[in-house]
């Protein structure tokens, strides 16, 4: 299958690699060259890593890399037998992106977005052919991971899911099913549990380094809630908590003030250099 993937950002660029490792002719596309340099750097840093942990073979990673067509132009979409979109998690960037891509795939083609909380129904009409359209949840690191969680949304076709899952099933990815309800499976549980890290980091009722060491060593998390929130990203929490705040007016869904200031300061995590931790120095 020819695949495209909308977005060559943290997760993008995972999806991207385990297509491209897996066989498939795959187009990636960003808003601009420089976003798209971005991109295929984060790609050929985690190929690398991949060979230097014996993963992947110089020759596995050179034919994987000769089947990748970057692109600044939607309309190389046109032959792809899938897009997938990978963008910021943003309702309103998402429906406008959509839009655009729906002018130029194949009738045929299966639809996907990769959003992990934003409910599928609001972003369906955008695609044009609801009944294609279907969630595709990567976890990152995708490379890594195992899971892939698929969102049946009310107009998605059971065609569609049984090809969609085919198709991750073809990456080496394992899938669960979830209905389309704001946070799906993972985020409705992952979320909450992060939040309360901060609530207590921001309580001070422990250092970030205990709160980890005590998820990590105490309840065998391969990394403890803060440095997760790092790596998946503060931006990406925050957005993901106040979805779910909006859906369900829950409070454990409330992003914590904490996590709210460290956004607004340009904290986001591992991916800028900086979140709880420090990464500037290339380690933690
Ligand atoms: N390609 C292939 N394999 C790779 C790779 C790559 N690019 N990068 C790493 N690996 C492999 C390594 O070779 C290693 O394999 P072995 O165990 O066979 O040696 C394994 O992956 C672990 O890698 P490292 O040794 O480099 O790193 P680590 O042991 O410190 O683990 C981690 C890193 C995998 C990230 C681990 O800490 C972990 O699992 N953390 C939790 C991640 C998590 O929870 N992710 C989900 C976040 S939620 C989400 O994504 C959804 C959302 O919407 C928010």
Request: aromatic share 6%; hydrophobic share 40%.
């Amino acid at each position: 299958m020819k695949v495209g993937v909308a977005g060559c950002g943290l997760m993008g660029a995972g999806i991207v690699e385990v297509c491209l490792k897996t066989g498939h002719e795959t187009v990636v596309r960003e808003i601009n060259d420089e976003c798209l340099e971005r991109g295929l750097a984060r790609l050929d840093k985690s190929m690398e890593y991949a060979v230097k942990k014996g993963k992947l073979t110089d020759a596995e990673r050179e034919a994987a890399r000769s089947r990748l067509i970057p692109t600044t132009d939607l309309g190389a979409f046109s032959d792809c037998d899938i897009v997938i979109e990978a963008i910021t998690e943003n309702r309103e960037w998402k429906s406008t992106l959509w839009k655009e891509i729906a002018q130029h795939v194949k009738p045929d083609a299966l639809l996907a977005t990769n959003t992990s909380s934003i409910p599928l129904s609001s972003i369906a009409p955008s695609t044009g052919n609801p009944s294609r359209f279907m969630g595709l949840h990567f976890m990152n690191p995708v490379p890594v991971m195992k899971l892939v969680e698929i969102v049946q949304g009310i107009e998605t076709s059971d065609e569609t899911i049984a090809e969609g899952r085919a198709f991750v099933e073809g990456l080496g990815k394992t899938t669960i099913l979830a209905k389309d309800t704001p946070g799906f499976v993972i985020n409705v549980i992952l979320v909450p549990y992060l939040c309360d890290a901060v609530r207590l980091l921001e309580a001070g009722v422990a250092t970030k380094e205990d709160i980890d060491a005590g998820m990590k060593l105490g309840c065998g998390m391969p990394m403890g809630p803060i440095t997760l929130l790092d790596f998946v990203g503060l931006d990406t929490t925050l957005s993901i908590s106040q979805v779910l705040f909006e859906e369900f007016g829950d409070p454990r869904y409330a992003a914590p003030p904490l996590l709210r200031r460290m956004v607004e300061s340009g904290f986001m995590g591992k991916k800028c250099g900086r979140g709880f931790y420090d990464y500037t120095g290339g380690g933690k």
